[in-house]
């Protein structure tokens, strides 16, 4: 029962941190975190013990947080900047597990080597929290920013096999390098191979769910969560390292798709987000859990007469300087080798500012926290034997963690740009393009209309002119005023009047007034030369002379009211619909933009439905809403497609059609009332 309750604490505690995260975005995420597990720890009554098994710790926490980081990589960019990222990952990490650990072993002698050289492994990797958090705040440069999320996948699987052997070494009390160095080629190489593996395996049975009919979202979202557990307890079970294994499944992508259609895209969406939520609570509870633990830790510690309460700080600030140290040298001289390479020797201050960027952004969090966590009380057990300043090591290594965050946090922004706003030029050509491609899928439905579903298909269409409209005025386009098409609709009806005329399908009065409203329409519009306005002036005196003659010829005699409006309506239909022939013409004709075709089409239907269509029955509007939900669907459909398009065309970036087919995924769930 005090588990549970724990663990509700440790739940509420995330969302308080949720909530402050966007009152003072300024701090760090981990540091709101860490604050608030420090207060839980100051008001309880009694002490917050972990007693968890520290290969419970690992699979609980670091196979799932390392799958989630993984399996979202861009397997491209980690292949286009592999050299400096496997430098970092592993070449940095078992460096700094050296130095660290032969530093902190002659520092403080009462911490054996292979311990000391655990606690360096452990501070090797950096946290995917911190780097997220720090990128909204500063201009991290790009290459920096994706060395860094490629180090942050690889370089935790490198520290933890790591900090495995020096744990190890420090159980046995005896250490072959020889020995260590194949241990860990075995390891390392046979979660390689073993996660290769079980993701392909992964793959096919994705693949025969989905050809027998089991390919629901809940299947599929279940099946990626058990993933990482699985394949970490199975690796560790055959003596690979899990932790590996599971880095190389996420990296394979298993439970991806090439396809685009919406149900994929729905199961992606649904997938996503269970996701999101987890990596986002496990990451809160390990810092709330080092908040909790740091009164306690910094107690024992602080109250241990064989070290100074000012040796402790002291440590603490020469191992963060240390450790700063190595991964600046190490980044600086990596990206002076590459100028060199590329011939740009003439300023070293770029390379060196970016250096200085890499190595402060480094910041240590979870991955590190649940590495400390994972360290054994005991050594062995006949005899008992305590594992050698534990205590010690793990107020070490949060007193580094919480100086790197603050580091990152607090001086980082001071020597990296803030971040650009997005060009305005960049953002007003994507909406445009977003716009034409509403356009153009509102065209393709229109030219679905039939008789029968005619009201489904303008309901469909409605809904895209209205994002049309928001997206332009949400972004202040100028919309198009050609009035070239409007035009050429208004010659359309005045042709159909005047052909009416001539075969007396119409009075003369009535095709005069409404010929006049033609003209001033496209005086409105055009804004007629003084030939086009003498032309139409010539059109309605011939107009008007041939109604004179008419009636003084053939002694007509005047309409009546009801008669004058029923001809009006007439004419009016018969114009429109002979306009509407014209127009739909053009919906297949590429000179014409097919969003504004579409949309003419549209008003001229409307004013036909208006004057001739009766009024539908409540059968017929629930069955054309139904109908209309399906033209929707269809519409997300083309949209996706559109999208495609548009990036493999390249006029859109991979982050833009990502954000672009995830709103799609969503208007679909919420067209068919899943959110």
Request: glycine share 6%; charged share 20%; net charge negative.
């Amino acid at each position: 029962m005090e588990t549970l309750l724990l663990a509700l604490l440790l739940l509420a505690a995330v969302l308080v941190s949720a909530v402050l995260d966007q009152i003072i975005p300024k701090i760090s995420l981990p540091l709101v975190q860490i604050a608030i597990g420090v207060v839980i720890a100051l008001f309880m009554s009694g002490e917050i013990n972990i007693k968890l098994d520290p290969e419970l710790f690992l699979v609980l926490f670091i196979a799932p947080l390392l799958y989630d980081e993984t399996k979202s990589a861009d397997v491209a960019t980690l292949w286009r900047l592999k050299k400096p990222i496997l430098s970092l990952a592993i070449g940095l990490v078992l460096v700094t597990a050296l130095i660290i650990g032969f530093a902190v072993n002659a520092l403080i002698p009462s911490i054996p080597l292979a311990a000391a050289i655990a606690l360096g492994a452990a501070l090797g990797p950096t946290d995917a929290v911190a780097v997220s958090s720090l990128s909204k705040v500063v201009a991290i440069p790009d290459r920096q920013k994706r060395i860094l999320q490629g180090e942050l996948l690889l370089n935790d699987a490198s520290g933890i096999v790591s900090f495995q052997f020096a744990i190890a070494a420090v159980s046995t009390g005896a250490f072959s390098l020889m020995h260590a160095t194949g241990d860990f080629l075995l390891e390392f190489c046979g979660g390689l191979v073993l996660g290769a593996l079980l993701g392909l395996l992964g793959k096919l049975l994705l693949g025969r769910a989905a050809r027998i009919g089991v390919d629901n979202t809940t299947f599929h979202t279940l099946f990626d969560l058990s993933t990482p557990f699985i394949i970490y307890l199975f690796a560790d079970h055959i003596g690979v390292s899990g932790v590996i294994a599971v880095v190389t499944a996420g990296l394979m992508s298993i439970t991806s798709t090439n396809d685009a259609g919406p149900a994929v895209s729905k199961m992606n969406i649904v997938s996503s987000s269970v996701w999101k939520v987890l990596a986002f609570a496990l990451n809160g509870v390990v810092f709330v859990l080092l908040g909790t633990q740091l009164p306690r830790a910094m107690q024992r510690t602080w109250d241990d007469v064989t070290i100074s309460n000012v040796s402790l700080i002291l440590y603490v600030a020469l191992i963060t300087i240390i450790l700063l140290g190595i991964r600046f040298i190490w980044t600086a001289a990596m990206e002076l080798l590459r100028w060199r390479k590329e011939g740009r020797t003439r300023n070293v201050k770029l390379p060196l500012r970016d250096a200085l960027i890499t190595t402060l952004s480094g910041a240590k969090g979870t991955i590190t926290l649940s590495i400390l966590f994972s360290i054994p009380f005991y050594v062995s057990t006949n005899p008992v034997m305590l594992f050698p300043q534990r205590n010690l090591i793990i107020f070490l290594a949060c007193g580094v963690i919480l100086c790197t965050l603050l580091i990152s946090t607090f001086v980082v922004p001071l020597i990296a740009p803030k971040p650009k706003q997005p060009d305005t030029e960049v953002v007003e050509q994507e909406t445009k393009l977003v716009v034409d491609m509403l356009g153009a899928v509102m065209a393709e439905l229109t030219a679905l209309q039939t008789a029968e579903n005619r009201i489904a298909v303008q309901k469909a269409t409605s809904s895209y002119r209205t994002r049309i409209a928001k997206l332009v005025s949400e972004h202040g386009l100028e919309e198009d005023s050609d009035p070239t098409l409007k035009i050429m609709a208004l010659h359309w009806q005045r042709e159909k009047v005047e052909e009416m005329l001539n075969q007396d399908e119409t009075d003369p009065g009535t095709a005069r007034r409404y010929l006049d409203r033609l003209a001033e329409a496209e005086v409105l519009l055009a804004d007629a030369s003084l030939v086009q306005a003498l032309d139409s002036a010539w059109r309605r005196s011939r107009l008007l002379s041939k109604q004179v003659t008419q009636a003084i010829g053939h002694h007509i005699p005047a309409l009546t009211d009801e008669q004058k409006q029923d001809a009006w309506r007439h004419v009016q239909i018969e114009a429109h619909k002979y306009a509407l022939e014209h127009l739909t013409e053009l919906l297949s004709d590429p000179h014409y933009p097919s969003g504004e075709v579409s949309d003419l089409v549209m008003q001229y239907q409307h004013t036909c439905n208006v004057f001739s269509a009766t009024p539908p029955s409540l059968t017929a509007i629930a069955r054309a809403d139904n109908d209309a939900a399906t033209f929707l669907l269809m519409g997300y459909q083309m949209e996706l497609e559109r999208i495609q398009e548009l990036y493999e065309d390249e006029l859109i970036t991979r982050d833009t059609a990502k954000r672009l087919r995830n709103n799609v995924a969503l208007m679909r769930m919420d067209s068919e009332g899943v959110i």
